[in-house]
């Protein structure tokens, strides 16, 4: 028994599928988890782990995403300019008002591998804070 290898230029070709996520009342951390398997492709049969074989994700809703227990104060994202004392912290509150979008980006890219090819995934990652997305034409799965 053989076990067959999906290759880049045989994957380029078959047609990516897109799937719709709606974030409302889903938790973070379990909603990234989903995303990232997407991402990666790890629904597909002809997953392979260096090679891209994932699908596009639209998230709607993301101002609406759970954070489960007192997360939602305690939970802090820090930022550093590089510059001494120019290091800043707002909590997952702070950050939901000012860029909802932030909180499923970091998530979902904290559960992706660590290389060039995470970078080529995140970019088939589109969130949105409302409930309209500009992708109708690509006719999205609802997940």
């Known amino acids: ?7 880049k230029e ?5 047609q990516k599928r897109w799937f719709l996520f709606d974030a409302s009342s889903e938790v973070l951390g379990r909603m990234a988890v989903r995303i990232a398997n997407i991402l990666r492709g790890r629904h597909n049969p002809y997953y392979t782990p260096h090679v891209d074989t994932g699908d596009y ?3 709607i809703n ?5 954070l489960t227990g007192n ?5 802090n994202y820090m930022f550093y300019t590089g ?3 120019n290091e800043w912290r707002r909590n997952a509150s702070e950050m939901r008002k000012r860029n909802p979008r932030f909180l499923i980006e970091h998530a979902v890219k904290g ?5 060039r090819l995470a970078e080529q995934m995140l970019k088939k990652l589109k969130v ?3 409930a309209n997305h500009e992708h109708q034409a690509q006719n999205p799965i609802k997940l």
């Open 71 to 75: 997360k939602n104060q305690r939970k």
């Open 10 to 14: 045989e994957h380029a070709l078959s």
């Open 128 to 130: 949105y804070a409302g």
């Open 62 to 66: 993301a101002e609406k995403v759970l």
């Open 83 to 85: 510059y001494m004392g």
């Open 1 to 7: 028994m053989t076990t067959t290898l999906a290759k």
């Open 57 to 59: 994700v639209i998230v």
């Open 111 to 115: 559960m992706l591998p660590k290389n």
